[in-house]
């Protein structure tokens, strides 16, 4: 059987799509031709850095989950826009810390839910729903979550690469907002996003300009924002060392000088705490 052949029936696996692109540019089996073909192009007409920014993605997502879980004492994490499963799942870096920490994952992707639940039939720690994050009080008064979350004790929100696929018409700061009202005190929230370049950088922000016209034509989503914009989802929580920086920026753990590349000045990240 084609992995065409074994797609659930409704899912129209004949255009690109956020989550099969996401998991082909790392390599990944979970995606189609449309999404590899997609990238072939978008890589060719715009930047061949994409492959780049989602492994500083997941290598960013890695060191704060080890963060949340090792030094904080977080063990119970709700991440959304989870993505599909692949190496190096939030459960999987949580659980290498503390084999007891819970984690639920929520995606809007029916393939991502369908592959995850298939992946954690077993477990007790840790579950998927299927969940909107443009309706973020869906997500909070779901069962599953209600019943792995004790939201009467400190929680570790991930809001990684998922608040840049929501529209400005949609809110996310808005969203941000209702989620981070209902986290206890000691709470963290972990933020990574596509952020447009300063005109100090003017080939890089032309070229970002470029790749953003190409997603919104393609895959019909994908906004890159000033950093004041991506500040305002954090409120008023502690913004912690080193603040909102390039991925690589944030606690790295190897010191050295990164490499400035296109992901350098096009993806940010943070973490802050709930006071
Ligand atoms: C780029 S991936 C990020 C995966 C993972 N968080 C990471 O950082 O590696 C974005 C994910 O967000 C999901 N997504 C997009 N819009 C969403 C929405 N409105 N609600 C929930 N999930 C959404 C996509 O299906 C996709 O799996």
């Not at 059987?1 to 692109?21: C, F, H, L, Y």
Request: hydrophobic fraction near 40%; include cysteine; glycine fraction near 8%.
């Amino acid at each position: 059987m084609t992995p065409e052949q074994s797609v659930p029936a409704g899912i129209d696996v004949s255009k690109p799509n956020v989550a099969r692109v996401y998991d082909a540019l790392l390599g990944g089996k979970d995606n189609f031709a449309a999404d590899r073909e997609f990238i072939a192009m978008a890589m060719a007409q715009t930047t061949p850095d994409a492959p780049l920014a989602v492994r500083a993605n997941r290598a960013f997502l890695r060191r704060v989950v080890r963060f949340l879980v090792g030094q904080a004492g977080i063990d119970q994490l709700l991440d959304i826009g989870s993505g599909l499963p692949t190496q190096g799942n939030v459960s999987e870096v949580a659980q290498e810390v503390n084999p007891r920490a819970k984690v639920v994952y929520v995606d809007n992707d029916p393939v991502v839910c369908l592959h995850s639940k298939a992946l954690l039939v077993d477990s007790t720690t840790t579950d998927i729903i299927t969940g909107d994050i443009r309706r973020p009080e869906e997500i909070l008064r779901d069962p599953t979550v209600r019943g792995l979350i004790d939201f009467g004790r400190p929680v570790g929100l991930l809001l990684l690469a998922i608040l840049h696929h929501i529209a400005d018409s949609e809110d996310p700061a808005g969203i941000a907002a209702v989620l981070r009202d209902a986290m206890p005190s000691g709470s963290y929230l972990a933020i990574s996003s596509f952020r447009m370049p300063g005109p100090e950088l003017p080939e890089i922000r032309e070229r970002t300009i470029r790749v953003e016209k190409v997603l919104a034509e393609n895959l019909g989503t994908g906004r890159w924002r000033e950093d004041e914009e991506i500040l305002r989802w954090f409120g008023d929580w502690e913004l912690l060392d080193p603040g909102l920086v390039p991925l690589a920026e944030w606690r790295p753990f190897v010191q050295g000088p990164a490499r400035k590349n296109d992901t350098y000045y096009t993806l940010s990240g943070g973490v802050a705490r709930k006071p």
